[in-house]
């Protein structure tokens, strides 16, 4: 089965932080560049970071504090989220694409995983 699964997510305190990972089976992330997404209700979906082999790219709300990395050998993607703010509460979603990427993250992604929820607390 072709799928990603995001999990990582919990309740932390603002200043805190999380490390979300996902995970690949039924295709290899090498072959792909890699984007983490967040939603919450009643607001567009937005591009947190993404990876492509020309580039890393991260939201202008998140650059300095998140970090995007990944290990080919476990086919995992994670997203380090440091400093998090309430801001930051929303469903997080990592994806896969064959396209490029670029600032924003925002092309046709081949595979979504189900998301993790992020709440931060004041």
């Known amino acids: 089965e072709v799928q990603l699964q995001a999990y990582g997510g919990g309740l932390v305190q603002a200043g805190g932080y999380l490390r979300l990972s996902c995970v690949a089976s039924g295709f290899t992330f090498g072959n792909y560049a890699i984007g983490w997404f967040r939603q919450v209700p009643g607001k567009e979906r937005e591009g947190v970071s993404c990876?492509?082999?020309?580039?890393?790219y991260y939201a202008e709300s998140v650059k300095g504090r998140f970090t995007i990395s990944s290990d080919n050998a476990k086919n995992t993607v994670y997203l380090q989220m440091n400093s998090l703010k309430p801001e930051d509460t929303a469903v997080y979603y990592c994806?896969?694409?064959?396209?490029?990427?670029?600032?924003?993250?925002?092309?046709?992604?081949?595979?979504w995983g189900q998301g993790t929820l992020v709440t931060v607390s004041s």
């Open positions: 994806a896969a694409t064959t396209n490029e990427v670029g600032v924003g993250c925002y092309v046709w992604y081949n595979y």
């Open positions: 990876r492509s082999r020309s580039g890393t």
